[in-house]
């Protein structure tokens, strides 16, 4: 648990790279903030997560100057 107690902020959230780093830092113990533009995506990927750590969702494109 080399993460109980920090938070990891992780932008593409809900696939590939993204996803996957999640997934491991999960397994660590870190609380999430989820990042990604695709909705859809990000529900799917808090259904997985819902069970093994605490994370908050943002819907966001930051590639969007805006």
Do not use: H, P
């Not at 080399?2 to 999960?26: D, P, Q």
């Not at 870190?30 to 995506?41: G, S």
């Not at 093994?52 to 100057?65: I, P």
């Amino acid at each position: 648990m080399r993460f109980k107690n920090k938070v990891a902020v992780i932008t593409g959230a809900a696939s590939g790279i993204g996803y996957a780093t999640a997934k491991r830092l999960a397994s660590e113990g870190a609380t999430l903030a989820l990042i990604d533009w695709n909705a859809e995506a990000l529900e799917r990927t808090t259904a997985t997560f819902a069970k093994e750590t605490e994370f908050v969702t943002y819907l966001v494109d930051v590639g969007d100057e805006a």
